[in-house]
Every structure is written in C-alpha cells, then in structure tokens.
C-alpha cells in the first residue's frame, strides 16, 4: 500500500536531488575531463561518448530503482542475488578478458558493443544481500554463530573476487562488510581480533607471495624502490598531480598526464588534477563530501534498520574507493586498480556507481508511514 498510496510525481518529488546534484557535478568533471582529451588517446571521442551515455543511463536507473521498494525486493530475492554475485564471478572466471592488457587480470566480458565489468555489478548486490543477512541476525549480532554465517557468506565474495585477480575489490569489500557490520552493533573486539590474527599471520603469509606481488606491494609504500618499472606508474601520476599547481592548465592544457600509464582508468585522478589544479580537486571533494553527508542522513532517518545498513555500505563504497584511489596516485598506498567514484573512465564504473545511489535513494522514497501501515515486529 506504501508504494502505489502516492502518485508518481509526488513520489518522484521525494527523490533527494542534492544527492543527484553532486553525483552529476562530479560526472561532469569527468565528462569534461575526456573531452579535453580525446585527441590525446586513441578511442578518445569514444571513450567521451561512453562515459557521457555511461551517466545518462545512471541518472535514468537511479531513478528507476528509487520506485521499488527495497525491502519487499530484497526480503524476497536476497539469496538469490547472493547466488547470482557467484555465478557472475565463475563467468568472469571462464570467459574474462581484459581489453587494454592481455596479460593483466581478465575481468572484463565483451558484449560486442561495449565491455562490462561484472564486478561493479556485483558491489550492488553485495550491499543487497549483506544488508540482509545482517538484519536477520542483528538482534544477537555478536553471538559467534551469527558472525560465522555473516562472515562466510561474504568470504564466499570476497575469496573469489581475489580468485579472478580483483584485489582492489576485493578490499573495497573488506571494507564494506566491515562497516556494515559495525554499524549494527559488532563489538570493537572482533575487529581487534581480526586485527591481530592478520597482523601474526602476515610473516607466514609473505615468504608465500610471488615476487611480482611483493614488489607491488613496497613499491606502493615506496615507489622509489623501482621507479622504473613497478613504480613508475605512481611516480608519474604524483608528477602530473603537482604540475597542475592550484588552478590547473586548463581543460586542454597539460602535458605530465600523457606520461602516465592507464591514465584514464586507474590515474584519472591524476589527470583532473593537472587540468583543473588543487582548485578542481577541492570541487571534487567538496561535491563527494556533501553526497555521503545526505547519504547518512538518509540511513540515520532509515526506518527499517536493513535501509540503515545499505546506506552504510554504499558510504563504505565511496570513501574506500575514494580514499584508495587517492593514494594510489599520490604514490602513498599500492597500484591495485580501484576507480575513483564518478570520475575515473570506464563505462561499467560510472553507470553501477550512479546505481549505488538508487539504493539510498529507495530508502527515501520508502521511508514514509502510512497510517494504515503496520510494521513487522
């Protein structure tokens, strides 16, 4: 009765258009970005037109997914979304390629007009299904058996997105389970826990490790270590970041990016900052900072706890991503392929990060109760 009570332009009003707002003016950024540069790149005017269609599809499926309500949705296919996230993960096993690289991860699926990244996709049903089983179990939150069923179904995930070569992801999911669940109420002891079992088993864990994952890994701390080959990429990214000064060379001006390797995915950042300077970051920053504000607003207005939890996660989301992005491009924190949010190129990024918001966004549109309404207890 909670949907079809309303009329649709009453419902559509509900939408949180600042949260719209910011999503589109950091997009733009990116638009812009590629325009002036898509002479610089072969497939530049290309990859403009993908990214600008990349947003428009998000702006339409934001909206989409804001009229469903989230919780009879998901309440109904919660395991099979989980099931789902599996299956897509074995195809990307199976048929995986990766369209710049031969030799990089394959995670990529070609649908003969454009690639998609299954992954992003999967960041969606994660918060979904996540959201779920821990609402289930939150009332004994901290009983043992529940942070055993909670853990395994999203070791599942997170093992085999590090299965098909994503650890960038798959840390981007360390970090979302980790602050949903402790949004609900996990006591700070288990993260200790984890904290410390991590920290004995690392000595153990490192002899283990290819070389190539080794030096990543320092050359992430410490560039300096090979700057000609694992830590070159970084090197030039931070180069490019300090050329732009303050205000940038403008949208066309600019040299230091064109240095840098995967620039338009993984260094993107790197090329905004050049273009547009420290001024243009602080926008971008800005813009990011109001989205997550209205973000928790709308969890802590949350009626339902799993909405809570879902607002969390996309939050979770956005300041991993965001936070690993930026230190991968200023040579603080290791190369592990994270996009930055709405602004890093790559079509399956854009539009999957804009569908993040319909998550919230639904949680809006639904959080009003009828008088004739009656909640489960």
């Given at each position: 009765?909670?949907?079809?009570?309303?009329?649709?332009?009453?419902?559509?009003?509900?939408?949180?258009?600042?949260?719209?707002?910011?999503?589109?003016?950091?997009?733009?950024?990116?638009?812009?970005?590629?325009?002036?540069?898509?002479?610089q790149?072969?497939?530049?005017?290309?990859?403009?037109?993908?990214?600008?269609?990349?947003t428009?599809?998000?702006?339409?499926?934001?909206?989409v997914?804001?009229?469903?309500?989230?919780?009879?949705?998901?309440?109904k296919?919660?395991?099979?979304?989980?099931?789902?996230?599996?299956?897509?993960?074995?195809?990307?096993?199976?048929?995986?390629?990766?369209?710049?690289?031969?030799?990089?991860?394959?995670?990529?699926?070609?649908?003969?007009?454009?690639?998609?990244q299954?992954?992003?996709?999967?960041?969606?049903?994660?918060?979904?299904?996540?959201?779920?089983?821990?609402?289930?179990?939150?009332?004994?939150?901290?009983?043992?058996?529940?942070?055993?069923?909670?853990?395994?179904h999203?070791?599942?995930?997170?093992?085999?997105?590090i299965?098909?070569?994503?650890?960038?992801?798959?840390?981007?999911?360390?970090?979302?389970?980790?602050?949903?669940?402790?949004?609900?109420?996990?006591?700070?002891?288990?993260?200790?826990?984890?904290?410390?079992?991590?920290?004995?088993a690392?000595?153990?864990?490192?002899?283990?490790?290819?070389?190539y994952?080794?030096?990543?890994?320092?050359?992430?701390?410490?560039?300096?270590?090979?700057p000609?080959?694992?830590?070159?990429?970084?090197?030039?990214?931070?180069?490019?970041?300090?050329?732009?000064?303050?205000?940038?060379?403008?949208?066309?001006?600019?040299?230091?990016?064109?240095?840098?390797?995967?620039?338009?995915?993984?260094?993107?950042?790197?090329?905004?900052?050049?273009?547009?300077?420290?001024?243009?970051?602080?926008?971008?920053?800005?813009?990011?900072?109001?989205?997550?504000?209205?973000i928790?607003?709308?969890?802590?207005?949350?009626?339902?706890?799993?909405?809570?939890?879902?607002?969390?996660?996309?939050?979770?989301?956005?300041?991993?991503q965001?936070?690993?992005?930026?230190?991968?491009?200023?040579a603080?924190l290791?190369?592990?392929?994270?996009?930055?949010?709405?602004?890093?190129?790559?079509?399956?990024?854009?539009?999957?990060?804009?569908?993040?918001?319909?998550?919230?966004?639904?949680?809006?549109?639904?959080?009003?109760?009828?008088?004739?309404?009656?909640?489960?207890?």
């Amino acid at each position: 009765m909670k949907v079809f009570s309303t009329s649709l332009s009453e419902r559509l009003r509900r939408l949180d258009f600042v949260m719209l707002a910011c999503a589109l003016g950091m997009s733009l950024i990116s638009i812009i970005t590629l325009y002036g540069i898509k002479d610089q790149y072969a497939g530049g005017s290309r990859m403009f037109l993908i990214q600008s269609a990349a947003t428009l599809l998000g702006m339409i499926g934001v909206v989409v997914m804001a009229l469903f309500d989230y919780d009879a949705i998901i309440s109904k296919f919660w395991i099979p979304i989980s099931v789902m996230s599996i299956a897509l993960l074995v195809l990307v096993k199976i048929r995986g390629y990766n369209p710049a690289d031969p030799n990089g991860p394959r995670l990529w699926i070609n649908l003969g007009v454009i690639d998609w990244q299954p992954t992003e996709t999967i960041k969606i049903m994660f918060i979904m299904s996540m959201a779920k089983h821990i609402d289930i179990v939150k009332k004994k939150i901290n009983h043992p058996k529940n942070i055993l069923a909670v853990g395994i179904h999203a070791l599942i995930i997170i093992g085999m997105v590090i299965w098909i070569d994503d650890l960038g992801s798959a840390l981007v999911f360390m970090c979302v389970i980790a602050v949903m669940m402790y949004s609900a109420g996990l006591s700070l002891w288990y993260f200790v826990g984890v904290l410390a079992a991590a920290v004995i088993a690392f000595p153990y864990i490192w002899p283990h490790l290819d070389y190539y994952q080794q030096m990543r890994i320092l050359t992430g701390f410490d560039p300096m270590i090979d700057p000609q080959n694992k830590g070159y990429q970084a090197l030039m990214s931070r180069a490019a970041i300090s050329a732009g000064g303050f205000w940038g060379a403008g949208v066309f001006g600019g040299t230091e990016y064109l240095k840098v390797p995967v620039a338009t995915t993984d260094c993107f950042f790197a090329i905004v900052a050049e273009k547009f300077g420290f001024f243009g970051i602080i926008c971008y920053m800005t813009l990011m900072l109001v989205l997550i504000i209205r973000i928790v607003a709308v969890a802590r207005s949350s009626r339902k706890d799993m909405g809570t939890f879902m607002c969390v996660g996309a939050v979770a989301i956005m300041i991993a991503q965001m936070t690993e992005n930026m230190g991968m491009n200023l040579a603080m924190l290791p190369v592990v392929g994270i996009t930055m949010p709405f602004l890093s190129y790559g079509g399956s990024s854009m539009l999957f990060t804009w569908l993040i918001l319909g998550l919230p966004q639904s949680v809006r549109l639904h959080n009003t109760k009828y008088y004739f309404e009656r909640e489960k207890t």
